[in-house]
């Protein structure tokens, strides 16, 4: 997977700063997603800091998730758990097939994906100089500890 320049929320201060995502839109998709799967949006938090994403728990038919977005890139990822220290990340195929194509959902085999020593071997690494510091500081062991993380 394709870490893009920002992903983290970090830059150094010669960098330019990472685009963010329009969470009004993000909770338009939440709105429809409940719909979509005849469940209920219970619970939408905007990023708060120092988490990189923002949340919305669903209770739907099948199982109760939570659905994260990056605040800088419209990745989501579906979760059981997030809590300050874990997300638990799963595959939730009903679900993602109901998310526009505008949005990308990444697996939780891509999301476990350890961090390799040599943070050029990242594949499609993107991410700046003031990320690789933060990453060297908090040494997430998984790409999804970088992509929604709570890093301050």
Known sequence: MELPYGVSGFYDSDE???????????????????????????????????????KAYFKLPA?????????????LAFATTVE?????FIDYPEATEAVPEEYTVLTAEALEAKVPENLA???????????????????????GQIVFNFWD
């Open 121 to 143: 071997e990242l594949p499609g690494n993107q991410i700046s100089k003031g990320e690789i510091r933060q990453i060297n500081y908090w040494k997430p062991e998984t790409v």
């Open 84 to 88: 300050a220290l874990k997300i638990k």
């Open 16 to 54: 330019p700063k990472p685009p963010e995502m329009d969470v009004s839109k993000y909770k338009e998709l939440c709105d429809e997603l409940a719909k979509k799967l005849d469940g209920e949006m219970l619970e939408f938090t905007d990023s708060l800091y120092p988490a990189n994403f923002h």
């Open 63 to 75: 199982k109760s998730v939570c659905l994260v977005m990056n605040k800088h890139y419209p990745l």
